[in-house]
Protein backbone atom coordinates (compact mmCIF):
# COMPACT_ATOMS: atom_id res chain seq x y z
CA UNK A 1 0.00 0.00 0.00
CA UNK A 2 2.69 2.54 0.92
CA UNK A 3 4.57 1.45 -2.57
CA UNK A 4 1.50 2.29 -4.38
CA UNK A 5 0.64 5.52 -2.39
CA UNK A 6 4.28 6.80 -3.26
CA UNK A 7 4.27 5.64 -6.24
CA UNK A 8 0.58 7.72 -7.31
CA UNK A 9 2.10 10.59 -5.15
CA UNK A 10 5.59 11.39 -7.12
CA UNK A 11 3.66 10.93 -10.30
CA UNK A 12 0.79 13.37 -9.43
CA UNK A 13 3.77 16.11 -8.87
CA UNK A 14 5.48 15.48 -12.01
CA UNK A 15 2.56 15.91 -13.82
CA UNK A 16 0.74 18.93 -11.65
CA UNK A 17 3.96 20.83 -10.05
CA UNK A 18 5.67 21.24 -13.37
CA UNK A 19 2.69 24.02 -14.33
CA UNK A 20 3.99 26.41 -11.24
CA UNK A 21 7.59 25.82 -12.83
CA UNK A 22 9.90 27.28 -16.00
CA UNK A 23 7.28 30.86 -15.96
CA UNK A 24 8.15 34.23 -15.17
CA UNK A 25 5.70 34.75 -12.44
CA UNK A 26 6.70 38.32 -10.50
CA UNK A 27 8.58 36.83 -7.32
CA UNK A 28 11.91 38.75 -5.50
CA UNK A 29 14.92 38.88 -6.97
CA UNK A 30 17.05 35.91 -5.12
CA UNK A 31 13.77 33.41 -5.74
CA UNK A 32 13.62 33.52 -9.33
CA UNK A 33 16.03 31.08 -9.42
CA UNK A 34 14.16 28.28 -8.08
CA UNK A 35 10.34 29.37 -9.51
CA UNK A 36 11.54 28.85 -13.02
CA UNK A 37 14.57 26.02 -13.28
CA UNK A 38 11.92 23.74 -11.07
CA UNK A 39 14.91 23.38 -8.10
CA UNK A 40 12.23 23.61 -5.19
CA UNK A 41 11.25 19.79 -6.08
CA UNK A 42 14.65 18.89 -4.61
CA UNK A 43 13.76 20.37 -1.19
CA UNK A 44 10.10 18.54 -2.08
CA UNK A 45 11.72 14.96 -2.57
CA UNK A 46 14.09 15.38 0.78
CA UNK A 47 10.78 16.19 2.46
CA UNK A 48 9.38 12.99 1.17
CA UNK A 49 12.48 11.16 1.67
CA UNK A 50 13.62 9.26 5.33
CA UNK A 51 15.04 12.17 6.80
CA UNK A 52 11.66 13.72 7.15
CA UNK A 53 7.81 12.32 6.04
CA UNK A 54 9.61 9.12 5.08
CA UNK A 55 7.51 8.30 2.41
CA UNK A 56 9.92 7.65 0.00
CA UNK A 57 12.39 5.35 2.30
CA UNK A 58 15.14 3.25 1.06
CA UNK A 59 12.63 0.05 0.76
CA UNK A 60 10.34 2.18 -1.35
CA UNK A 61 13.10 3.14 -3.71
CA UNK A 62 14.35 -0.10 -4.35
CA UNK A 63 10.99 -1.26 -5.30
CA UNK A 64 10.52 1.78 -8.08
CA UNK A 65 13.67 0.69 -9.83
CA UNK A 66 11.79 -0.12 -12.76
CA UNK A 67 10.46 3.51 -12.69
CA UNK A 68 14.16 4.98 -12.34
CA UNK A 69 15.09 3.01 -15.59
CA UNK A 70 11.89 4.08 -17.35
CA UNK A 71 12.20 7.72 -16.56
CA UNK A 72 16.42 7.24 -17.44
CA UNK A 73 15.48 5.88 -20.77
CA UNK A 74 12.35 8.22 -21.44
CA UNK A 75 15.77 11.12 -20.71
CA UNK A 76 17.87 9.18 -23.01
CA UNK A 77 15.73 9.17 -25.96
CA UNK A 78 14.92 12.87 -25.97
CA UNK A 79 18.65 13.55 -25.79
CA UNK A 80 19.67 11.12 -28.84
CA UNK A 81 17.11 12.73 -31.02
CA UNK A 82 18.66 15.86 -30.83
CA UNK A 83 21.39 14.55 -32.90
CA UNK A 84 19.48 14.11 -36.06
CA UNK A 85 22.43 14.92 -38.75
CA UNK A 86 20.15 16.59 -41.42
CA UNK A 87 19.54 19.05 -39.01
CA UNK A 88 23.10 19.57 -37.47
CA UNK A 89 24.16 20.20 -40.92
CA UNK A 90 22.61 23.68 -40.63
CA UNK A 91 24.72 24.51 -37.98
CA UNK A 92 27.84 26.25 -39.08
CA UNK A 93 30.83 23.88 -38.88
CA UNK A 94 32.69 26.04 -36.08
CA UNK A 95 29.80 25.65 -33.94
CA UNK A 96 29.47 22.35 -33.51
CA UNK A 97 33.53 21.73 -33.08
CA UNK A 98 33.69 24.64 -30.74
CA UNK A 99 30.78 22.79 -28.54
CA UNK A 100 32.33 19.07 -29.22
CA UNK A 101 35.32 20.98 -27.56
CA UNK A 102 34.16 22.83 -24.96
CA UNK A 103 31.99 19.87 -23.45
CA UNK A 104 35.29 17.51 -24.08
CA UNK A 105 37.70 19.97 -22.72
CA UNK A 106 35.22 20.48 -19.31
CA UNK A 107 35.35 16.68 -18.74
CA UNK A 108 38.62 16.00 -18.91
CA UNK A 109 39.76 18.89 -16.64
CA UNK A 110 37.13 18.43 -14.01
CA UNK A 111 37.97 14.71 -13.96
CA UNK A 112 41.73 14.96 -14.25
CA UNK A 113 42.13 17.43 -11.13
CA UNK A 114 40.02 15.47 -9.16
CA UNK A 115 41.55 12.33 -10.14
CA UNK A 116 44.89 14.27 -9.51
CA UNK A 117 44.11 15.16 -6.54
CA UNK A 118 42.50 12.08 -5.25
CA UNK A 119 46.08 10.41 -6.27
CA UNK A 120 48.14 13.10 -4.55
CA UNK A 121 46.28 13.04 -1.37
CA UNK A 122 45.99 9.30 0.21
CA UNK A 123 42.77 10.42 2.45
CA UNK A 124 41.24 11.62 -0.74
CA UNK A 125 42.07 8.35 -2.53
CA UNK A 126 39.98 6.47 -0.02
CA UNK A 127 36.71 8.30 -0.65
CA UNK A 128 37.08 9.52 -4.28
CA UNK A 129 37.29 6.29 -6.51
CA UNK A 130 38.11 6.69 -10.60
CA UNK A 131 34.44 6.45 -11.25
CA UNK A 132 33.29 8.95 -8.78
CA UNK A 133 35.85 11.49 -10.53
CA UNK A 134 34.63 10.42 -14.03
CA UNK A 135 30.93 11.25 -12.95
CA UNK A 136 31.49 14.47 -11.51
CA UNK A 137 33.60 15.45 -14.43
CA UNK A 138 30.50 14.09 -17.12
CA UNK A 139 28.15 15.90 -14.92
CA UNK A 140 30.09 19.17 -14.51
CA UNK A 141 30.76 19.18 -18.29
CA UNK A 142 27.14 19.37 -19.36
CA UNK A 143 25.00 22.68 -19.80
CA UNK A 144 21.49 23.32 -19.69
CA UNK A 145 19.04 24.52 -22.20
CA UNK A 146 16.33 25.53 -20.12
CA UNK A 147 17.89 28.61 -18.12
CA UNK A 148 19.71 30.11 -21.88
CA UNK A 149 16.22 29.93 -23.55
CA UNK A 150 14.54 31.50 -20.48
CA UNK A 151 16.96 34.28 -20.38
CA UNK A 152 17.38 34.92 -23.67
CA UNK A 153 13.75 34.99 -24.47
CA UNK A 154 13.48 38.81 -22.74
CA UNK A 155 16.68 39.71 -24.50
CA UNK A 156 14.75 40.25 -28.31
CA UNK A 157 17.33 39.01 -31.58
CA UNK A 158 19.93 41.01 -31.49
CA UNK A 159 22.07 38.25 -29.45
CA UNK A 160 21.16 35.58 -31.79
CA UNK A 161 24.48 34.58 -32.81
CA UNK A 162 25.60 34.42 -28.89
CA UNK A 163 22.34 32.73 -28.03
CA UNK A 164 23.45 30.22 -31.03
CA UNK A 165 26.35 29.21 -30.06
CA UNK A 166 25.20 28.45 -26.47
CA UNK A 167 22.81 26.41 -27.50
CA UNK A 168 24.54 24.83 -30.14
CA UNK A 169 27.03 23.85 -26.71
CA UNK A 170 24.29 22.78 -24.61
CA UNK A 171 23.01 20.87 -27.26
CA UNK A 172 25.77 18.98 -28.49
CA UNK A 173 28.71 19.23 -25.43
CA UNK A 174 27.78 16.74 -23.31
CA UNK A 175 28.11 14.23 -26.37
CA UNK A 176 31.58 12.99 -25.17
CA UNK A 177 30.83 13.08 -21.17
CA UNK A 178 27.96 10.83 -21.61
CA UNK A 179 29.39 8.57 -23.87
CA UNK A 180 32.22 8.21 -21.32
CA UNK A 181 29.95 7.74 -18.80
CA UNK A 182 28.30 5.46 -20.77
CA UNK A 183 30.90 3.17 -21.22
CA UNK A 184 32.37 3.46 -17.75
CA UNK A 185 28.79 2.21 -16.70
CA UNK A 186 28.53 -0.76 -19.14
CA UNK A 187 31.96 -1.66 -18.67
CA UNK A 188 33.50 -0.55 -15.99
CA UNK A 189 32.67 -3.33 -13.13
CA UNK A 190 34.88 -5.74 -15.65
CA UNK A 191 37.85 -6.67 -14.15
CA UNK A 192 41.14 -6.06 -15.23
CA UNK A 193 42.64 -9.08 -13.22
CA UNK A 194 41.22 -11.33 -15.47
CA UNK A 195 43.07 -11.75 -19.02
CA UNK A 196 40.39 -12.08 -20.86
CA UNK A 197 38.86 -8.72 -19.79
CA UNK A 198 39.35 -7.13 -23.07
CA UNK A 199 37.33 -9.79 -24.72
CA UNK A 200 34.82 -9.13 -22.17
CA UNK A 201 34.56 -5.72 -22.88
CA UNK A 202 34.80 -6.59 -26.83
CA UNK A 203 31.62 -9.03 -26.45
CA UNK A 204 29.95 -6.29 -24.31
CA UNK A 205 30.22 -3.70 -26.92
CA UNK A 206 29.21 -6.03 -29.58
CA UNK A 207 25.34 -6.63 -27.09
CA UNK A 208 25.43 -3.21 -27.09
CA UNK A 209 25.51 -2.23 -30.47
CA UNK A 210 23.57 -5.30 -31.67
CA UNK A 211 21.01 -4.70 -29.28
CA UNK A 212 20.18 -0.91 -30.65
CA UNK A 213 20.67 -1.78 -34.12
CA UNK A 214 18.12 -4.76 -33.51
CA UNK A 215 15.52 -2.45 -32.23
CA UNK A 216 15.76 0.07 -34.15
CA UNK A 217 15.35 -2.15 -36.97
CA UNK A 218 12.38 -3.34 -35.67
CA UNK A 219 11.13 -0.26 -34.81
CA UNK A 220 11.92 1.04 -38.31
CA UNK A 221 9.68 -2.40 -39.51
CA UNK A 222 6.62 -0.96 -37.65
CA UNK A 223 7.04 2.56 -38.98
CA UNK A 224 7.42 1.43 -42.73
CA UNK A 225 3.66 2.75 -43.09
CA UNK A 226 2.21 5.48 -41.55
CA UNK A 227 0.83 5.23 -38.04
CA UNK A 228 -2.21 7.12 -35.63
CA UNK A 229 -0.69 9.23 -32.62
CA UNK A 230 -2.36 6.78 -30.66
CA UNK A 231 0.23 3.99 -32.36
CA UNK A 232 3.01 6.31 -32.06
CA UNK A 233 2.63 6.86 -28.29
CA UNK A 234 2.40 2.77 -27.82
CA UNK A 235 5.00 2.17 -29.73
CA UNK A 236 7.64 4.94 -27.48
CA UNK A 237 6.47 3.00 -24.36
CA UNK A 238 7.08 -0.07 -25.86
CA UNK A 239 10.57 1.11 -26.92
CA UNK A 240 11.64 2.57 -23.69
CA UNK A 241 10.13 -0.19 -21.19
CA UNK A 242 11.84 -2.42 -23.24
CA UNK A 243 15.02 -0.32 -24.42
CA UNK A 244 15.85 0.44 -20.43
CA UNK A 245 14.81 -2.96 -19.33
CA UNK A 246 16.52 -4.75 -21.84
CA UNK A 247 19.87 -2.31 -20.56
CA UNK A 248 19.28 -3.07 -16.74
CA UNK A 249 19.18 -6.67 -17.72
CA UNK A 250 22.04 -6.59 -19.48
CA UNK A 251 24.06 -4.42 -16.65
CA UNK A 252 24.18 -1.06 -18.90
CA UNK A 253 22.83 2.36 -18.51
CA UNK A 254 19.50 2.51 -19.48
CA UNK A 255 20.28 6.32 -19.88
CA UNK A 256 23.11 6.05 -22.37
CA UNK A 257 20.87 2.52 -24.27
CA UNK A 258 18.34 4.46 -25.46
CA UNK A 259 20.59 7.51 -26.25
CA UNK A 260 22.20 5.55 -28.70
CA UNK A 261 18.66 4.10 -29.88
CA UNK A 262 17.49 7.51 -30.00
CA UNK A 263 20.60 8.25 -32.70
CA UNK A 264 19.57 5.64 -34.56
CA UNK A 265 15.52 5.98 -34.99
CA UNK A 266 15.96 10.23 -35.51
CA UNK A 267 18.24 9.36 -38.38
CA UNK A 268 16.25 6.39 -40.15
CA UNK A 269 12.98 6.84 -39.29
CA UNK A 270 10.73 8.88 -41.21
CA UNK A 271 8.53 9.91 -38.57
CA UNK A 272 11.01 11.20 -36.56
CA UNK A 273 9.54 14.86 -36.46
CA UNK A 274 6.01 13.43 -34.82
CA UNK A 275 7.67 10.72 -32.29
CA UNK A 276 9.88 14.20 -31.17
CA UNK A 277 6.88 16.03 -30.46
CA UNK A 278 5.52 13.28 -28.43
CA UNK A 279 8.93 12.91 -26.23
CA UNK A 280 9.13 16.24 -25.86
CA UNK A 281 5.41 16.86 -24.62
CA UNK A 282 6.59 14.62 -21.20
CA UNK A 283 10.04 16.57 -20.92
CA UNK A 284 9.54 18.85 -18.00
CA UNK A 285 7.08 16.27 -15.69
CA UNK A 286 10.33 13.94 -16.44
CA UNK A 287 12.75 16.38 -15.44
CA UNK A 288 10.24 16.93 -11.89
CA UNK A 289 10.07 13.41 -11.28
CA UNK A 290 14.24 13.69 -11.72
CA UNK A 291 14.32 16.06 -9.44
CA UNK A 292 12.02 14.72 -6.79
CA UNK A 293 13.69 10.88 -6.81
CA UNK A 294 17.33 12.17 -6.20
CA UNK A 295 16.20 14.73 -3.67
CA UNK A 296 14.89 11.65 -1.74
CA UNK A 297 18.02 10.42 -1.76
CA UNK A 298 19.71 13.91 -0.58
CA UNK A 299 22.55 13.23 2.36
CA UNK A 300 24.37 15.33 4.51
CA UNK A 301 27.26 12.76 5.75
CA UNK A 302 29.80 15.69 6.87
CA UNK A 303 29.76 19.24 7.18
CA UNK A 304 32.38 18.58 4.88
CA UNK A 305 30.34 17.96 1.55
CA UNK A 306 28.67 21.72 1.70
CA UNK A 307 32.44 23.31 1.79
CA UNK A 308 33.73 20.73 -0.92
CA UNK A 309 30.25 21.44 -3.11
CA UNK A 310 30.83 25.10 -3.55
CA UNK A 311 34.59 24.48 -4.34
CA UNK A 312 33.51 21.52 -6.80
CA UNK A 313 31.15 24.82 -8.01
CA UNK A 314 33.58 27.45 -8.48
CA UNK A 315 36.49 24.97 -9.98
CA UNK A 316 33.42 23.76 -12.36
CA UNK A 317 33.12 27.60 -13.25
CA UNK A 318 36.21 28.27 -13.82
CA UNK A 319 36.43 25.23 -16.29
CA UNK A 320 33.48 26.46 -18.14
CA UNK A 321 34.23 29.94 -18.71
CA UNK A 322 37.91 28.85 -19.74
CA UNK A 323 36.55 26.20 -21.85
CA UNK A 324 33.50 28.63 -23.35
CA UNK A 325 36.63 31.53 -24.31
CA UNK A 326 38.01 28.76 -26.26
CA UNK A 327 35.09 27.73 -28.24
CA UNK A 328 34.07 30.95 -28.68
CA UNK A 329 37.31 31.55 -30.35
CA UNK A 330 36.86 28.70 -32.54
CA UNK A 331 33.27 29.65 -33.28
CA UNK A 332 34.07 33.26 -33.99
CA UNK A 333 36.50 32.09 -37.17
CA UNK A 334 33.82 32.56 -39.33
CA UNK A 335 34.02 36.72 -38.51
CA UNK A 336 30.90 36.44 -35.89
CA UNK A 337 31.77 39.20 -33.12
CA UNK A 338 31.17 37.08 -29.60
CA UNK A 339 32.35 37.70 -26.21
CA UNK A 340 35.16 35.79 -24.82
CA UNK A 341 33.21 35.03 -21.47
CA UNK A 342 30.58 33.48 -22.79
CA UNK A 343 31.11 30.90 -20.36
CA UNK A 344 29.21 32.42 -18.32
CA UNK A 345 26.06 31.27 -19.99
CA UNK A 346 27.25 27.78 -19.34
CA UNK A 347 26.95 27.22 -16.04
CA UNK A 348 23.43 25.99 -15.39
CA UNK A 349 23.80 21.87 -15.43
CA UNK A 350 20.16 20.39 -16.10
CA UNK A 351 18.25 17.59 -16.74
CA UNK A 352 21.05 15.33 -18.42
CA UNK A 353 23.47 15.96 -16.02
CA UNK A 354 21.06 15.24 -13.07
CA UNK A 355 19.92 11.63 -14.91
CA UNK A 356 23.10 10.60 -15.55
CA UNK A 357 23.53 11.25 -11.29
CA UNK A 358 20.29 9.12 -10.81
CA UNK A 359 21.74 6.59 -13.49
CA UNK A 360 25.07 6.19 -11.13
CA UNK A 361 23.29 6.52 -7.98
CA UNK A 362 20.89 2.74 -9.25
CA UNK A 363 23.94 1.23 -10.14
CA UNK A 364 26.78 1.87 -7.71
CA UNK A 365 24.84 2.03 -4.55
CA UNK A 366 28.11 2.67 -1.73
CA UNK A 367 28.72 5.30 1.00
CA UNK A 368 30.84 6.78 -1.81
CA UNK A 369 27.69 6.82 -4.39
CA UNK A 370 25.84 8.85 -1.52
CA UNK A 371 28.89 11.60 -1.37
CA UNK A 372 28.50 11.88 -4.83
CA UNK A 373 24.97 12.71 -5.08
CA UNK A 374 24.72 15.27 -2.45
CA UNK A 375 27.52 16.93 -3.61
CA UNK A 376 26.59 17.57 -7.10
CA UNK A 377 22.99 18.24 -5.95
CA UNK A 378 24.03 21.41 -3.64
CA UNK A 379 26.24 22.39 -6.50
CA UNK A 380 23.40 22.40 -9.07
CA UNK A 381 21.64 24.56 -6.66
CA UNK A 382 24.47 27.03 -6.73
CA UNK A 383 25.18 26.54 -10.06
CA UNK A 384 21.29 27.66 -10.97
CA UNK A 385 21.62 30.81 -8.64
CA UNK A 386 24.68 31.85 -10.57
CA UNK A 387 23.96 30.78 -13.55
CA UNK A 388 20.72 32.59 -14.19
CA UNK A 389 22.46 36.18 -12.66
CA UNK A 390 25.65 35.55 -14.95
CA UNK A 391 23.53 35.01 -18.32
CA UNK A 392 21.31 37.89 -17.73
CA UNK A 393 24.41 39.72 -17.33
CA UNK A 394 26.32 38.65 -20.51
CA UNK A 395 23.40 39.37 -22.58
CA UNK A 396 23.31 42.31 -21.33
CA UNK A 397 26.61 43.42 -21.60
CA UNK A 398 26.95 41.68 -24.54
CA UNK A 399 27.73 44.04 -28.10
CA UNK A 400 25.38 42.62 -30.61
Same mark, same amino acid.
Given at each position: ??????????????????????????????????????????????????????????????????????????????????F?????????????????????????????????????? +?????????????????????????????V??????????????????S??? +????????????????????????????????????????????????????????????????????????????????????????????????????????????????????????????????????????????????????????????I??????????L?????????????????????????S?T?????????????N?????????????????
Open positions: MKLAFAFLLIVFLAFSGYHLTFRRFRMPFYARPFSITGSEFLFLGLLLGPWFLNILDREAQKELFFLHAFLLGWIGLIFGFQELAKLRRFPRGYVFAAITEGTLSFVLIFGVIQLTACLF +PGAGNVVHMGDALVLGAVGACTAQTGIALASGHGPKFGKLVLLLRCISIG +PLVPLVSFGLFFSFGKVSAANLWWLSEVGNGFIILLGSCLGLVLLLAFFLKEPRQESELILLLLSTVTLGSGLSSVLGMSPLFFTFLLGLFLVNMSREKERLYQILITVEKPAYVLLLVLLGANWRLYSIWVPVLAVAYCVYRGIVKVGAGAIATRAGTAGERLPGSGLGLLHQGGLSLAMLLDFQRGFSSGSWVVSLVLIGVLLDIMGLFLTERLLRNATP
